[in-house]
């Protein structure tokens, strides 16, 4: 180093402490100055922990880290505004908060095995509580420090997402590198539905960690042989996590690992996968014990168990007009089902519509609906779906076709009405949109993506106003 000059750690500490002292000024105006110490200290161990793990799994390159560290700063104060809506927005505490729906659940869980003080909701995985409670064995009863790992999860995951964009297409795009991780990543964090359910008590982040572990632990690297015992590590990793989290989603563990390994990987990894998979039906079969929700129950009623699954997916207010839509979708055969495929996948590709209805104005009902970006990157990965995956030169292989079938088979069994339940995938979805927009610049195709694009806005903007005109009685259904 230059003397005189500012080493790339020293860089990141000035950002860095600037960022703290941000985050403490704006907590300390908010919250009690208890609250927010604990908070900041919460950011410190955050962004340190995502900056160590950006620098071994991404880059080390000083620009790559700063964007990881301002995304993070922004994303702290969106996280800081749920809490104070939770809290200080009620005349509430950080130890008594206002909570609705799963996150009332989840709080209220942990709480009742923490002391007793209130009746045991009825959940149906209870492994995201029991690490609320967990943490809180450790804290004491805070919504701060479980938001806190949510915020770290969802971090990890944007990470993970540009890592898995550096290993699966770093030799497509020699000497771009740094362009390539940075558009992933700025994909992921303007993804403000993705991203809100990072600010809420609830298991999505930690979903999203685990998919994107997963995911991550499948692609073969240039260190193929070195790696298979780190990417097996993290392979169960990503897999624990999801048996605790939402034990029916080892199918979908299951479905990658079988894409992964049909049809070349399985000749020279066999071992790699046999072990994996034991393991993965392991954690299957002791978490639905855990939970006890045993398989026999839960998954018969996925497959013919109409009033669970009407019950639990089109049971609101706001669902009223899918159920107008739809009919009784949960009591029809198969065969009808799957010829409504088209109107579930698009149900559940637009929900929640960008505006806000019945409810109030807050930023827990206007964050969620700011989901432009996310049809933007669906747009774009629809595209590499339909007119590259099926050419050899372009195709990334059966690996991707992952979130499409997963995709496809929430909606057939959810009828699309949850659209939170793919969200897990947006890393993976968005690095197939960073794939196609890489490629744009010297693409053959540059006229039929342009002309695509066009359509595609021009159908999302009609669907949006019909169901805009419908939603306010102006079109009858």
């Known amino acids: 180093m230059v003397k005189g000059t500012i080493s790339v750690k020293q860089k990141l500490i000035i950002f860095g402490t600037g960022a703290t002292l941000m985050s403490l000024a704006v907590a300390a105006a908010v919250f009690p100055i208890a609250d927010a110490l604990t908070l900041t200290l919460c950011f410190i161990l955050s962004i340190t922990a995502n900056d160590v793990a950006a620098k071994h799994a991404v880059s080390q390159s000083l620009n790559y880290r700063l964007l990881l560290l301002s995304i993070a700063s922004v994303f702290w104060l969106l996280t800081m505004a749920s809490l104070a809506e939770a809290t200080v927005a009620h005349g509430a505490t950080a130890q008594s908060p206002v909570l609705t729906a799963d996150d009332n659940k989840y709080f209220h869980w942990a709480l009742h095995f923490h002391d007793g003080s209130v009746p045991l909701p009825k959940v149906?995985?209870?492994?995201?509580?029991?690490?609320?409670?967990?943490?809180?064995?450790?804290?004491?009863?805070?919504?701060?420090?479980?938001?806190?790992?949510?915020?770290?999860?969802?971090?990890?995951?944007?990470?993970?997402?540009?890592?898995?964009?550096?290993?699966?297409?770093?030799?497509?795009?020699?000497?771009?590198?740094?362009?390539?991780?940075?558009?992933?990543?700025?994909?992921?964090?303007?993804?403000?539905?993705?991203?809100?359910?990072?600010?809420?008590?609830?298991?999505?982040?930690?979903?999203?960690?685990?998919?994107?572990?997963?995911?991550?632990?499948?692609?073969?690297?240039?260190?193929?042989?070195?790696?298979?015992?780190k990417d097996a590590a993290l392979l169960i990793l990503g897999a624990a996590i999801m048996a605790v989290m939402r034990t029916t989603w080892m199918y979908f563990i299951l479905l990658v690992i079988f894409l992964a390994a049909f049809p070349r990987r399985w000749q020279s990894d066999k071992a790699f996968f046999i072990i994996t998979t034991i393991v993965v039906v392991a954690f299957f079969v002791f978490a639905s014990h855990?939970?006890?929700?045993?398989?026999?129950?839960?998954?018969?009623?996925?497959?013919?168990?109409?009033?669970?699954?009407?019950?639990?997916?089109?049971?609101?207010?706001?669902?009223?007009?899918?159920?107008?839509?739809?009919?009784?979708?949960?009591?029809?055969?198969?065969?009808?089902?799957?010829?409504?495929?088209?109107?579930?996948?698009?149900?559940?590709?637009?929900?929640?519509?960008?505006?806000?209805?019945?409810?109030?104005?807050?930023?827990?009902?206007?964050?969620?609906?700011?989901?432009?970006?996310?049809?933007?990157?669906?747009?774009?990965?629809?595209?590499?779906?339909?007119?590259?995956?099926?050419?050899?030169?372009?195709?990334?292989?059966?690996?991707?076709?992952?979130?499409a079938l997963s995709y496809v088979i929430i909606a057939f069994l959810t009828a699309g009405t949850v659209s939170r339940y793919v969200l897990p995938f947006a890393p993976i979805i968005t690095v197939i949109a960073t794939y196609v927009l890489m490629l744009y610049k010297d693409a053959a195709w540059k006229t039929a993506f342009k002309c695509w694009c066009i359509v595609f806005t021009a159908l999302v903007a009609s669907v949006l106003v019909v169901c805009y005109l419908i939603q306010n009685g102006i079109i009858h259904i």
Not at 174 to 182: A, R
Not at 206 to 217: G, M, Q
Not at 367 to 387: E, K, Q, S, T
Request: aromatic share 16%; glycine share 6%.
């Open 124 to 229: 149906e995985f209870p492994g995201y509580p029991a690490i609320i409670l967990l943490i809180w064995k450790l804290t004491g009863v805070s919504l701060i420090w479980p938001l806190a790992l949510n915020y770290l999860a969802t971090l990890l995951s944007i990470v993970l997402a540009a890592a898995i964009a550096l290993r699966l297409l770093c030799d497509k795009f020699p000497g771009k590198v740094h362009i390539l991780t940075g558009v992933a990543s700025l994909l992921m964090a303007t993804q403000f539905h993705w991203l809100y359910y990072g600010t809420r008590l609830l298991k999505e982040p930690l979903l999203y960690l685990s998919v994107s572990l997963v995911a991550y632990a499948l692609i073969p690297s240039s260190e193929h042989n070195s790696r298979l015992i």
């Open 290 to 403: 855990f939970a006890r929700n045993p398989a026999s129950y839960s998954h018969a009623a996925i497959v013919n168990g109409g009033d669970v699954m009407a019950e639990q997916f089109i049971n609101g207010k706001n669902q009223h007009i899918y159920q107008r839509l739809l009919g009784d979708y949960f009591y029809m055969p198969t065969w009808h089902k799957a010829l409504m495929l088209p109107i579930t996948m698009a149900v559940q590709f637009f929900i929640p519509f960008p505006w806000v209805g019945a409810e109030t104005v807050s930023f827990g009902t206007v964050f969620p609906r700011i989901n432009f970006m996310w049809y933007a990157v669906g747009g774009v990965a629809i595209f590499y779906y339909l007119f590259l995956s099926w050419r050899k030169r372009f195709s990334l292989g059966s690996w991707a076709l992952w979130p």
